[in-house]
């Protein structure tokens, strides 16, 4: 954690030099700022957390744990009412097999892969918060090769990290920054979001911005499906007091009303799908990496 102190610091100060540089004083494609980027892909990079040192050759990709889950539960759609994100969360969090299970008629095969590599990663909601490094993203792979303080490992997965850690290269990187972000170039014309060519590059990640959220859309007519199914629980609840009360005649026809309501609403008939749509669930919004860099443009 000390030398992930001095680096920030380091940073810090480069920053400070590049933000009251004139033109001529530091080379032209020094570039540095705070940025908020969805993904940052790397080659070779260098990480440094509170416990270890880590190289990995060869490309990878900076992504947070909110921005992977997102991408997966939004890469398969069920046939029909699509429920994989659901499915996704049940997979990770719950029991594997009985989640896979409820995908009988959907091809598995690589969705299964997505899932299972993406469960080395996430073990718990809160590990939104965090960041890792993967070999890909679609489909997902995760870094199977690296150096570990100065230890060659094969075959081990590399999981997931806490927030702050550095990460670096002098071999290239890639991201586009978002909003918000205060990105500062010398002798550069910077946009509000762009996208970022590095030689080298030296990043502390400080934080995920996770905004995602799991919506249902894809309903037509909500307000009267929403009320029928209301009148229909009404009428069976009543129907059940009439009989109760033995006033046959009246449960027989609430019964008949609940009843027909329920089935209008709810059985998956071709009119029911056409009036009101298919629901399908998808994640919207991003769960941003938030990180502090400084290094050379490509």
């Not at 440094?48 to 890469?75: D, H, Q």
């Not at 469960?119 to 939104?128: A, Y």
């Not at 070999?135 to 997965?157: A, C, Q």
């Not at 670096?168 to 918000?180: H, L, R, Y």
Request: contains cysteine.
């Amino acid at each position: 954690m000390n030398e992930i102190r001095e680096i920030s610091s380091l940073l810090d100060r480069e920053l400070e030099a590049i933000k009251h540089s004139f033109s001529n004083d530091l080379a032209s494609e020094k570039i540095g700022g705070k940025a908020s980027s969805r993904v940052v892909k790397l080659l070779n990079p260098k990480v440094i957390t509170s416990e270890n040192k880590i190289e990995v050759m060869g490309p990878a990709f900076l992504i947070s744990l909110a921005e992977l889950k997102k991408a997966i539960k939004n890469r398969y759609k069920t046939p029909g009412r699509n429920i994989f994100p659901e499915v996704a969360d049940d997979f990770v969090f719950k029991n594997g097999m009985n989640a896979i299970n409820r995908l009988s008629n959907f091809d598995t095969s690589q969705a299964a892969s997505d899932l299972v590599n993406l469960s080395r990663l996430v073990k718990v909601p809160s590990d939104s918060e965090k960041v890792a490094l993967v070999r890909r993203i679609k489909p997902l792979e995760l870094v199977d090769e690296y150096i570990i303080d100065g230890k060659h490992t094969s075959g081990s997965f590399l999981g997931s990290f806490d927030l702050p850690l550095v990460v670096m290269t002098d071999d290239g990187a890639q991201f586009d920054f978002e909003n918000p972000s205060d990105v500062m170039g010398t002798d550069k014309r910077l946009e509000e979001s762009m996208s970022i060519n590095m030689k080298s590059i030296m990043l502390i990640a400080e934080r995920v911005d996770d905004n995602t959220i799991q919506t249902t859309s894809g309903l037509k007519h909500v307000f009267l499906g929403n009320t029928m199914a209301v009148i229909s629980l009404i009428c069976l609840l009543i129907g059940a007091f009439s009989l109760i009360e033995r006033r046959l005649f009246f449960f027989i026809i609430l019964f008949i009303c609940g009843v027909a309501l329920a089935v209008a609403r709810y059985l998956p008939t071709s009119w029911n799908r056409e009036f009101f749509g298919v629901s399908e669930m998808k994640v919207v919004g991003n769960g941003y990496t938030v990180f502090k860099f400084y290094g050379d443009m490509a």
